[in-house]
């Protein structure tokens, strides 16, 4: 990754009709290498609204102009919490450098009522401690959704829209989404595709949260864990705990080491030695599909003392092929990811679905809504990400 020479932020007042917006946009760098800090949180201190740095570790934050004189916090795993005065910014740039923080785990004070845990007993306890950590009453978040497919290497489907999630706790159950708006839908998928239905690529996310669903490594069962060290992140000290089902199959957790909150889950799967690790899916003849990889990341972020989703991100590939020949048609991968920009704790529960689980998300979309998106809080585009647009409008322009 190639380092970044210098980072800046700068805030100015910005004119929207009859309202006004702090806009802020930066790029969060780590202190000693320059190399930028890909999804650090960046949130106004005791506020839900906040954003996300991106791969290449720039943001773009518009806020009410009455938070002018609060507070800006960047955190980031691994590295000492920084806050900036939000109006210390006007009219000036201002570096935001992230210094690393890791810390050996005999640093960690044990108390004389405690016993040492092993890796395992901790992700258990993490577990047990859900009903503590994370909300068991209605709430809300809202976020940026993105799911992009790539066939063969090249971009051939791109969706992107802002959505709102209505949860009653945080106990298994599927929640209701309101798809507020859509700002970028195109799909040239491969003719192919169009013998087999796609899901709602939203419902794919949602299913997967391992910590609401208790499964994947935090069911524990059949996983190994070793505790691999002590992190800094915010204010508190986290365990970072690597897993191992099978050579197909592994995890990286971190774990709050004084309320055991779950602050990240990275898991792994993939096939080893050619051979298939977790799934074949039997399509109409003469196709199969046949998953060759899979990762998932979550990272929650506190407020008002409890844990919420601050960001999601799958991916998976494929192999299509004719199940008579063997031969592989296409290879396909698929990227989903929700940047979560606002909390609203104790809001009631939404209607039953605003969005239909049964169709995919593009075939639900409004018209396009420029006002709704010119202030949104979306994450900054990347130079990959524009690469990927650029090629999917010049496609989207070709006749059939």
């Given at each position: 990754?190639?380092?970044?020479?210098?980072?800046?932020?700068?805030?100015?007042?910005?004119?929207?009709?009859?309202?006004?917006?702090?806009?802020?946009?930066?790029?969060?760098?780590?202190?000693?290498s320059?190399?930028?800090?890909?999804?650090?949180?960046?949130?106004?201190?005791?506020?839900?609204?906040?954003?996300?740095?991106?791969?290449?570790?720039?943001?773009?934050?518009?806020?009410?102009p009455?938070?002018?004189s609060?507070?800006?916090?960047?955190?980031?795993i691994?590295y000492?919490?920084?806050?900036?005065?939000?109006?210390s910014w006007?009219?000036?740039?201002?570096?935001?450098?992230?210094?690393?923080?890791?810390i050996?785990l005999?640093?960690?004070?044990?108390?004389?009522?405690d016993?040492?845990?092993?890796?395992?007993?901790?992700v258990?306890?993490?577990?047990?401690?859900?009903?503590?950590?994370?909300?068991m009453?209605?709430f809300?978040?809202?976020?940026?959704?993105r799911?992009?497919?790539?066939?063969?290497?090249?971009?051939?489907?791109?969706?992107e829209?802002?959505?709102?999630?209505?949860?009653?706790?945080?106990?298994?159950?599927?929640?209701?989404?309101?798809?507020?708006?859509v700002?970028?839908?195109?799909?040239?998928?491969?003719?192919?595709?169009?013998?087999?239905?796609?899901?709602?690529?939203?419902?794919?996310?949602?299913?997967?949260?391992?910590?609401?669903h208790?499964?994947?490594?935090?069911?524990?069962?059949?996983?190994?864990?070793a505790?691999?060290?002590?992190?800094?992140?915010?204010?508190?000290?986290?365990?970072?705990?690597?897993?191992?089902k099978?050579a197909?199959?592994?995890?990286?957790?971190?774990?709050?080491?004084?309320?055991?909150?779950?602050?990240?889950?990275e898991l792994?799967?993939?096939?080893?030695?050619?051979?298939?690790?977790?799934?074949?899916?039997?399509?109409?003849?003469?196709?199969?599909?046949?998953?060759?990889?899979f990762?998932?990341?979550?990272e929650?972020?506190?407020?008002e003392?409890?844990?919420?989703?601050?960001?999601?991100?799958?991916?998976?590939s494929?192999?299509l092929f004719?199940?008579?020949?063997?031969?592989?048609?296409?290879?396909?991968?698929?990227?989903?990811?929700?940047?979560?920009?606002?909390?609203?704790?104790?809001?009631?529960?939404?209607?039953?679905?605003?969005?239909?689980?049964?169709?995919?998300?593009?075939?639900?979309?409004?018209?396009y809504?420029?006002?709704?998106?010119?202030?949104?809080?979306?994450?900054?585009?990347?130079?990959?990400?524009?690469?990927?647009?650029?090629a999917?409008?010049?496609?989207?322009?070709k006749?059939?």
């Amino acid at each position: 990754m190639k380092p970044y020479l210098f980072a800046f932020c700068f805030l100015a007042l910005t004119a929207y009709g009859q309202e006004k917006y702090l806009s802020l946009k930066g790029v969060v760098t780590d202190s000693q290498s320059g190399e930028p800090v890909a999804y650090a949180s960046v949130f106004v201190k005791g506020q839900p609204q906040g954003t996300m740095s991106n791969e290449d570790g720039r943001f773009l934050l518009y806020l009410s102009p009455d938070l002018k004189s609060d507070t800006l916090v960047l955190s980031a795993i691994g590295y000492e919490r920084l806050a900036v005065a939000i109006g210390s910014w006007l009219d000036k740039e201002a570096a935001l450098k992230l210094k690393p923080s890791s810390i050996q785990l005999a640093e960690i004070v044990v108390r004389p009522t405690d016993k040492e845990l092993s890796a395992k007993e901790i992700v258990k306890k993490a577990v047990s401690h859900i009903p503590q950590n994370y909300p068991m009453e209605p709430f809300s978040i809202e976020g940026f959704f993105r799911d992009l497919q790539m066939e063969n290497g090249q971009p051939v489907e791109l969706l992107e829209a802002a959505v709102k999630f209505y949860y009653k706790d945080y106990n298994p159950g599927y929640e209701a989404v309101d798809v507020m708006e859509v700002r970028k839908s195109f799909n040239r998928r491969h003719a192919i595709n169009g013998d087999y239905d796609r899901q709602n690529s939203i419902i794919d996310l949602m299913e997967d949260n391992y910590v609401k669903h208790r499964f994947g490594p935090i069911d524990v069962k059949g996983w190994k864990f070793a505790i691999d060290s002590v992190m800094r992140y915010d204010r508190s000290l986290v365990y970072k705990i690597s897993g191992r089902k099978s050579a197909s199959e592994t995890a990286v957790l971190y774990i709050n080491t004084e309320t055991y909150a779950i602050l990240r889950i990275e898991l792994r799967e993939r096939m080893v030695n050619g051979e298939f690790y977790r799934r074949y899916l039997n399509l109409p003849d003469p196709y199969g599909q046949q998953e060759t990889s899979f990762t998932m990341l979550f990272e929650f972020r506190e407020f008002e003392g409890k844990m919420y989703l601050k960001y999601q991100r799958e991916e998976d590939s494929y192999n299509l092929f004719n199940k008579t020949t063997h031969a592989i048609i296409l290879k396909q991968s698929f990227m989903k990811e929700l940047f979560v920009n606002n909390v609203i704790p104790h809001e009631p529960h939404g209607p039953d679905q605003t969005m239909n689980m049964n169709r995919s998300v593009e075939g639900q979309a409004k018209p396009y809504n420029e006002a709704f998106w010119k202030y949104y809080n979306a994450p900054v585009e990347t130079a990959k990400e524009s690469v990927i647009l650029k090629a999917l409008s010049e496609m989207e322009s070709k006749p059939e």
